[in-house]
């Protein structure tokens, strides 16, 4: 890497503000030397420069286009403290076995954030230099959040303790399904299959995330019939039960409006999907606060800007935020399911979640050591494409503080909804208690769950059905370092 | 008997498995002891879905390291409520836990009656659902 020193920060003032064009890193927008403040925010980019580009001026560039540059000098910084509000790029390194990637560094003062507000954070972070033409491609691939500005933020309404609290569920996963169709149901047809599904054995049924007021089902009449669902179903079992209701709508109104709905018929959680951006989710985080509401997050539409690995935002860096701006579950990835998602990589995300510190783990995508600051932790759901045989490899993957959600794996039971549900709670329970007992459940899951299949009929039912069922496909977002060399960063 | 899929309450982590023996509830216990909980006892005539305070067989074992000491409490709670319902409760006293770990009903009556849904029909089509207990309608000593 270059290191000309006419290539560096110019010192004299009359030569740095004449007017004209300079290289980023000249304008200050660079400093190897920068040592980053604990009350920094850092973020880490993958970028792949233009031919011709050298890396260290694209840095300084990232650095500059997402905090105080224009692409020329102009005389009024110097009417500003412009030294601390310019980002600095501060470490370069090509990203291994990429080549034209590499990683840039970048330390961004406190003061360049509202508090508060993720909006106003990621319109500096992801605002302009995404586009910006000198880079073919730009990823935030992580981001580590001072204490002094996750103190601004309320986080998650309930969060993950809380929640078990409320539900009198401890000790084991919680239990999903998505009703499925996803469309085209009446709410009286709706209502029976959330009905089903609880009886049998799940602790929630949820909406999917175009489900809202469609013509064939207004969402009033769709929070009616599933209360009378979850209620019947909480008195036949003596257990709390729950039903996600989706109250994404057109304006913040409209969702307020389903949301107070929601809340008079009793439900203990409603939904928001990740579409609605960054402000509607932040007032409904509100919203739930002032209710006592479990806040469900479907990330709807993540998947256009997380899995390409060379341009984007990384689902960990999503993650990060929706913690902060106040989710109380949220859909993290199944590692064997039908959806993207490496195994390490989605244990990342489930990091993000649920700890109070999260240590750096190259091999599981985290380049920074997290403090959270006691904020409340998220509880990570998985979703999609999953079934009762696989319950050891999700328990071992995940632990007890995730919800399983099994939706065409409990709907599609040959024998029936409450079949398939009871399937789902049994294969969890008999892993729960045998990985308690001391045994090694991925080794012996499959034994387990056909023991426990002998008295369970609707579990060798499910075996039986999905038993050669699986979504063995390359993963598009994996760890750039390997499990075993060692790592020069 | 409860029209759910298993016939019975459905509460804590192993209701859908046949009545743990008293040696795999010792494994679970010696599970909650090496991750550092403690073990405690509840018991109730009245297990409706949010009566969050059953009462306390005495106090958490915070200092019992031993899972048959656990097992004798167990014993006599059982001697002392035989037709309640009868909970093994592990507690994290973890920072940013500090909440209950485990869960698990170890006792319950013959006969489970469940519960009564009751519907309060209001305007526009609203209505607002009770949850009662039929065994709690009964004084508290007769009620299993």
Same mark, same amino acid.
């Given at each position: 890497?270059?290191?000309?020193?006419?290539?560096?920060?110019?010192?004299?003032?009359?030569?740095?503000?004449?007017?004209?064009?300079?290289? &980023?890193? !000249?304008?200050?927008?660079?400093?190897?030397?920068?040592?980053?403040?604990? $009350?920094?925010?850092?973020?880490?980019?993958?970028?792949?420069?233009?031919?011709?580009?050298?890396?260290?001026?694209?840095?300084?560039?990232?650095?500059?286009?997402?905090?105080?540059?224009?692409?020329?000098?102009?005389?009024?910084?110097?009417?500003?403290?412009?030294?601390?509000?310019?980002?600095?790029? &501060?470490?370069?390194?090509?990203?291994?076995?990429?080549?034209?990637?590499?990683?840039?560094?970048?330390?961004?003062?406190?003061?360049?954030?509202?508090?508060?507000?993720?909006?106003?954070?990621?319109?500096?972070?992801?605002?302009?230099?995404?586009?910006?033409?000198?880079?073919?491609?730009?990823?935030?691939?992580?981001?580590?959040?001072?204490?002094?500005?996750?103190?601004?933020?309320?986080?998650?309404?309930?969060?993950?303790?809380?929640?078990?609290? %409320?539900?009198?569920?401890?000790?084991?996963?919680?239990?999903?399904?998505?009703?499925?169709?996803?469309?085209?149901?009446? #709410?009286?047809?709706?209502?029976?299959?959330?009905?089903?599904?609880?009886?049998?054995?799940?602790?929630? /049924?949820?909406?999917?995330?175009?489900?809202?007021?469609?013509?064939?089902?207004?969402?009033?009449?769709?929070?009616? &019939?599933?209360?009378?669902?979850?209620?019947?179903?909480?008195?036949?079992?003596?257990?709390?039960?729950?039903?996600?209701?989706?109250?994404?709508?057109?304006?913040?109104?409209?969702?307020?409006?389903? @949301?107070?709905?929601?809340?008079?018929?009793?439900?203990?959680?409603?939904?928001?999907?990740?579409?609605?951006?960054?402000?509607?989710? !932040?007032?409904?985080?509100?919203?739930?606060?002032?209710?006592?509401?479990?806040?469900?997050?479907?990330?709807?539409?993540?998947?256009?800007?997380?899995? +390409?690995?060379?341009?984007?935002?990384?689902?960990?860096?999503?993650?990060?935020?929706?913690?902060?701006?106040?989710?109380?579950?949220?859909?993290?990835?199944?590692?064997?399911?039908?959806?993207?998602?490496?195994?390490?990589?989605?244990?990342?995300?489930?990091?993000?979640?649920?700890?109070?510190?999260?240590?750096?783990?190259?091999?599981?995508?985290?380049?920074?050591?997290?403090?959270?600051?006691?904020?409340?932790?998220?509880?990570?759901?998985?979703?999609?494409?999953?079934? #009762?045989?696989?319950?050891?490899?999700?328990?071992?993957?995940?632990?007890?503080?995730?919800?399983?959600?099994?939706?065409?794996? $409990?709907?599609?039971?040959?024998?029936?909804?409450?079949?398939?549900?009871?399937?789902?709670?049994?294969?969890?329970?008999?892993?729960?208690?045998?990985?308690?007992?001391?045994?090694?459940?991925?080794?012996?899951?499959?034994?387990?769950?056909?023991?426990? @299949? %002998?008295?369970?009929?609707?579990?060798?039912?499910?075996?039986?059905?999905?038993?050669?069922?699986?979504?063995?496909?390359?993963?598009?977002?994996?760890?750039?370092?390997? =499990?075993?060399?060692?790592?020069?960063? | 008997?409860?029209?759910?899929?298993?016939?019975?309450?459905?509460?804590?982590?192993?209701?859908?498995?046949?009545?743990?023996?008293? @040696?795999?509830?010792?494994?679970?216990?010696?599970?909650?002891? %090496?991750?550092?909980?403690?073990?405690?006892?509840? &018991?109730?005539?009245?297990?409706?879905?949010?009566?969050?305070?059953?009462? /306390?067989?005495? /106090?958490?074992?915070?200092?019992?390291?031993?899972?048959?000491?656990?097992?004798?409490?167990?014993?006599?709670?059982?001697?002392?409520? =035989?037709?309640?319902?009868?909970?093994?409760?592990?507690?994290?006293?973890?920072?940013?836990?500090?909440?209950?770990? /485990?869960?698990?009903?170890?006792?319950?009556?013959? +006969?489970? =009656?469940?519960?009564?849904?009751?519907? +309060?029909?209001?305007?526009?089509?609203?209505?607002?659902?009770?949850? @009662?207990?039929?065994?709690? +309608?009964? =004084?508290?000593?007769? %009620?299993?």
């Amino acid at each position: 890497m270059s290191t000309d020193a006419d290539l560096n920060a110019i010192s004299d003032a009359k030569k740095r503000y004449s007017a004209g064009v300079l290289k &980023y890193r !000249q304008m200050g927008y660079w400093d190897a030397d920068y040592v980053p403040r604990d $009350t920094d925010v850092i973020c880490l980019f993958r970028i792949t420069p233009q031919e011709g580009v050298d890396p260290i001026e694209a840095a300084a560039a990232v650095a500059g286009e997402s905090s105080t540059a224009t692409w020329t000098v102009v005389w009024t910084d110097r009417l500003t403290a412009c030294d601390s509000y310019r980002a600095k790029a &501060y470490q370069v390194e090509p990203v291994p076995n990429a080549p034209g990637q590499f990683f840039a560094w970048v330390a961004y003062d406190l003061i360049l954030f509202e508090e508060g507000s993720i909006a106003n954070m990621t319109a500096s972070l992801i605002g302009n230099v995404f586009s910006f033409k000198p880079l073919k491609a730009a990823r935030l691939e992580d981001i580590r959040i001072p204490v002094a500005y996750v103190k601004t933020f309320k986080g998650p309404p309930t969060g993950l303790v809380v929640e078990r609290e %409320r539900l009198d569920k401890f000790g084991r996963p919680l239990l999903g399904a998505t009703t499925k169709p996803k469309l085209g149901l009446s #709410a009286r047809n709706y209502g029976r299959v959330i009905y089903e599904g609880l009886k049998g054995g799940l602790d929630f /049924m949820k909406d999917d995330e175009n489900i809202n007021s469609q013509p064939f089902m207004h969402w009033r009449d769709r929070f009616l &019939y599933v209360m009378e669902g979850v209620n019947k179903a909480s008195a036949v079992t003596g257990e709390v039960k729950g039903s996600y209701l989706n109250v994404t709508g057109a304006t913040v109104e409209d969702m307020y409006e389903r @949301a107070e709905f929601a809340k008079e018929l009793g439900s203990v959680v409603v939904m928001v999907d990740l579409v609605v951006g960054w402000s509607a989710i !932040q007032s409904m985080a509100n919203w739930a606060r002032r209710n006592d509401m479990i806040v469900h997050m479907h990330r709807a539409g993540h998947g256009t800007y997380t899995r +390409q690995k060379n341009h984007g935002v990384s689902f960990r860096v999503i993650a990060k935020w929706l913690r902060l701006a106040g989710c109380d579950h949220l859909h993290a990835g199944t590692a064997v399911g039908k959806l993207e998602g490496d195994p390490k990589t989605v244990q990342g995300y489930y990091h993000v979640c649920r700890d109070a510190y999260t240590h750096r783990d190259l091999e599981r995508g985290l380049f920074f050591d997290q403090d959270w600051a006691d904020l409340r932790k998220v509880m990570p759901v998985a979703s999609g494409g999953i079934h #009762a045989g696989q319950m050891h490899q999700l328990i071992d993957l995940f632990g007890d503080d995730v919800i399983l959600q099994f939706g065409g794996g $409990t709907i599609g039971h040959p024998a029936g909804i409450q079949a398939g549900a009871v399937a789902n709670r049994v294969a969890l329970e008999s892993m729960v208690k045998a990985r308690n007992e001391g045994r090694d459940i991925l080794r012996e899951g499959p034994d387990i769950l056909q023991a426990a @299949a %002998r008295f369970c009929t609707p579990l060798r039912q499910a075996l039986e059905t999905w038993k050669d069922v699986s979504f063995n496909y390359q993963s598009t977002d994996t760890s750039d370092y390997a =499990p075993t060399p060692a790592c020069a960063l | 008997m409860m029209s759910n899929p298993t016939g019975r309450l459905t509460q804590g982590q192993f209701s859908f498995l046949p009545d743990l023996s008293d @040696a795999e509830i010792s494994l679970q216990i010696e599970y909650g002891l %090496r991750k550092g909980y403690a073990w405690s006892i509840e &018991y109730t005539d009245d297990p409706h879905p949010r009566n969050t305070y059953w009462e /306390m067989y005495g /106090m958490p074992m915070f200092d019992l390291r031993d899972a048959a000491g656990v097992m004798l409490e167990l014993h006599a709670c059982r001697q002392a409520f =035989p037709r309640h319902y009868i909970r093994l409760m592990a507690f994290d006293s973890t920072r940013g836990v500090e909440s209950i770990a /485990m869960s698990f009903i170890v006792n319950r009556p013959e +006969q489970e =009656p469940g519960f009564q849904l009751v519907r +309060q029909e209001g305007a526009r089509r609203d209505i607002r659902y009770t949850v @009662a207990g039929y065994a709690a +309608q009964r =004084p508290e000593s007769q %009620r299993y």
